[in-house]
Nanobody, 129 residues
């Protein structure tokens, strides 16, 4: 069973940085076949894609609102895969619950939540002005 566990959220001042981590385990197929993504949901808003990364060629996607400020990466340990979201120059509008996600896409980047099969429990990121 796939498990995704996020960590690294918290409270930061505007202009500051945070690094989110997601530990992924239990993949049925080789982990490189899974696209890993980060979504976020602010109060009263729909969940939106922030970034995702392919496991086959390392290609990435960023939402326009975070381009140039956020960076996604992934690496593989012996028993789990790690996905990171480095968030710099944070703004109050980045405040949301952030979710790690995964889908067996065989290298294709996916940017809508309905395309993802697995989700973490979510972690709060709050940026104060």
């Amino acid at each position: 069973q796939v498990q995704l566990v996020e960590s690294g959220g918290g409270l930061v001042q505007s202009g500051g940085s945070l690094r989110l981590s997601c530990a992924a385990s239990g993949f049925t197929f080789a982990s490189e076949y899974y696209v890993m993504g980060w979504f976020r949901q602010a109060p009263g808003k729909e969940r939106e894609a922030v970034s995702c990364i392919s496991g086959t060629d390392g290609s990435v996607y960023y939402a326009d609102s975070v381009k140039g400020r956020f960076a996604i990466s992934r690496d593989k340990a012996r028993d789990r895969d790690m996905v990171y979201l480095q968030m710099d120059r944070l703004k109050p509008e980045d405040t949301a619950v952030y979710y790690c996600s995964a889908a067996a896409s065989y290298g294709v980047l996916l940017t809508t939540q309905g395309e993802y099969d697995y989700w973490g429990q979510g972690i709060q990121v709050t940026v104060s002005s």
